[in-house]
């Protein structure tokens, strides 16, 4: 079964770059038809999805965050990443990396990883 | 972008009851609605997708339905370990979106 996992700094300064790595193990990131994505929740609130990545590299992002996100595979690692630019105290959150079933609800999820924007 | 309305934010509940989360969307999202649960300090996990289709592991008291706009999660005979926040979710167009949450307690 497939598993990821999360990895970055838990801590960030304001105006810097937030860059999170997700591991994909039980199974090749470029193989199947898949979503890779990213989706965060701040602590106590909801959950708001960042962006994702297809099998083939194609990418999507919610036009929320778009201007200052990027997806990214690094298929020989077996890995896909984000950034976030310019961040602020408002991207603090516990963020995911999940895959889907094939163009359909993230099932697959990471155990989340908690990243805070402060000096 | 497509707007989730979860009902009721919060439910506090006796083990064995009946729970009914609704989820209604800004528009028709055909049967692209699909529900998680959430225990504090955990990830969501998958409970139904496509509005109604099961998910393998996943209890037979979980049990979804509807579709268009109007969605429905059911909890037959909750159990304990059912005290959760549950989210419904929509992969029918961009952005995707998530509903604001129910928590469920146990009396």
């Known amino acids: 079964q497939v598993q990821l996992q999360e990895s970055g700094p838990g801590l960030v300064k304001p105006s810097q770059t937030l860059s999170l790595t997700c591991t994909v193990s039980?199974?090749?990131?470029?193989?199947?038809?898949?979503?890779w994505n990213w989706i965060r929740q701040p602590a106590g609130k909801g959950l708001e999805w960042i962006g994702r990545?297809?099998?083939?590299?194609?990418?999507n992002y919610n036009p929320s965050l778009k201007s200052r996100v990027t997806i990214s595979v690094a298929t020989s690692k077996n890995q896909f990443s984000l950034n976030v630019s310019s961040v602020t105290a408002a991207d603090t959150a516990v963020y995911y990396c999940a895959r889907d079933l094939g163009a359909g609800a993230p099932a697959y999820w990471g155990q989340g990883t908690l990243v805070t924007v402060s000096s | 972008e497509i707007v989730l309305t979860q009902s009721p934010d919060f439910q506090s509940v006796t083990p064995k009851e009946k729970v009914t989360i609704t989820c209604r969307a800004s528009q028709s999202i055909g049967s692209s609605l699909h529900w998680y649960q959430q225990k504090p300090d955990q990830s969501p996990k998958l409970l139904i997708k496509?509005?109604?289709q099961s998910i393998s592991g996943v209890p037979s008291r979980f049990s979804g339905s509807g579709s268009g706009t109007d969605f429905t999660l059911t909890i037959n005979s909750l159990e304990a370990e059912d005290a959760a926040a549950y989210y419904c979710?929509?992969?029918?167009?961009?952005?995707?979106?998530f509903g604001g949450g129910t928590k469920v307690e146990i009396k």
């Open positions: 990545i297809y099998t083939s590299g194609g990418t």
């Open positions: 496509y509005a109604s």
């Open positions: 979710h929509q992969s029918s167009s961009l952005p995707l979106t």
């Open positions: 039980g199974g090749s990131i470029s193989s199947g038809n898949y979503y």
